[in-house]
């Protein structure tokens, strides 16, 4: 959409700024309030260290280490990590890209556990996978343990007496556990890229589909898809065994997507009533948002895609365009920095960093790469072998669907 000139006022860098964006620039390790529940094992020396000093040091063992290193860099990481990122995308496109560049011996994954552990799987075996800070989880991944799946996975077959038509699907973020038991079980991995191609080889194969962690993207495909919600039930996973996830077992019967009852906590926070507000306060605005969002903001929305998606939709929109954007800030803070012809703004107003992807300080990239340069390896994610075999059965198949 373009805004003529003179037919609105245009809002102000002030309106449009989430309330603590600012407050996502680099501060010392030991003045961040949540310090105390990252990785203390950094040493003391990088604790106290500001910005300008870190990045001078992450800068010289970066030069020092030259293409041995690889350093990849999500979406949601802040921009003192991004700037060192020779690669910038979602947690897929990243792994890949690292397993296509054999001369470096080491990737360090700017990102969150799983993503350092889908590059362990895809890399090559003499590369090694460093997480700067072994405390950058997901909360979404964390919603579905391998036991838990299992179990439930074990109700199910006893409910349906088999689970020979039932596809198990899991998202890309989630544990590499997770990833084997869907290679093991004739299922898949899907990206928020391909979900929907995903879920139609699943149901090629099944009748049903046992859709994890994240029930957000399970539904808001499944219905892009045509799937009636009713045909969707959802899983709780906090529910003791053998009560079917809390579902009702005349709706389990007719149901073609089982949903685990998982969430993002950052994109679960974007609601209709923003939307509204947004549309109210900008007439003509855009929005876009991720499909980790819930269904009534998905159908709200203009538009809707992975993070590659948004960050196209905003490079593809005219200049003068007012875009809401539902997705982590720091992505839409730099799309809007990028774009400067365009109006593009988070629609929380306060603020939503992924707080994990947020725990990637510059303190613990610059100790990784500074033990590097000394040869010394910390905080590397090794994935035992059996569960990458059968990890890459799932993420191959996701491949083979291009
Ligand atoms: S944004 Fe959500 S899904 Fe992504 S790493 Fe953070 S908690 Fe996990």
Known sequence: MVIEAGTRPAPSAAQLQCETDTGIATIPLVQEVSFGSWQRGIPAEYQGLGAEELTARIRAARAALGS?????????????????????????????????????????????????????????????????????????????????????????????????????????NSAASLKAFCGEH???????????????????????????????????????????????????????????????????????????????????????????????????????????????VVQAADANGSTAFIAKYVANAPAGSVIGVGTEINLVSRLAKEHPDKTVFCLDPVVCPCSTMYRVHPAYLAWVMESLVRGEVVNRIQIPEETKRYARIALERMLALK
């Open 186 to 296: 004739g299922g898949v991995v899907c990206t928020s890229s391909n979900a929907g191609k995903v879920l139609e080889w699943a149901f090629e194969r099944g009748k049903r589909v046992f859709f994890f962690p994240d029930q957000h993207l399970g539904r808001n495909t499944g219905h892009a898809m045509g799937i009636p919600l009713e045909e969707m039930v959802l899983w709780n996973w906090r529910q003791p065994a053998g009560r079917l996830g809390g579902a009702d077992p005349a709706a389990l019967e007719r149901s073609r997507i089982i949903l685990w009852q998982g969430h993002c906590s950052v994109h679960q926070r974007f609601s209709l009533t923003q939307i509204e507000e947004a549309r109210a306060q900008y007439p003509g605005v855009k929005i876009v948002v991720h499909p980790e969002c819930r269904y009534d």
């Open 68 to 172: 041995r290193v690889v350093i990849l860099g999500h979406h949601y990481q802040r921009e003192d990590i991004i700037e060192f990122a020779d690669e910038r995308g979602d947690s897929f496109m990243l792994a890949q890209y690292a397993a296509e560049r054999p001369e470096s011996e080491y990737i360090v994954f700017c990102g969150v556990h799983f993503m350092a552990e889908a590059a362990d799987i895809l890399c090559q075996p003499h590369q090694q996978v460093i997480l700067p800070n072994l405390e950058a989880g997901c909360s979404m991944a964390d919603m579905a343990s391998e036991p838990d799946v299992r179990s439930a996975w074990r109700e199910l077959e006893a409910f349906f007496g088999t689970a020979e038509d039932i596809i198990p699907v899991t998202y890309m």
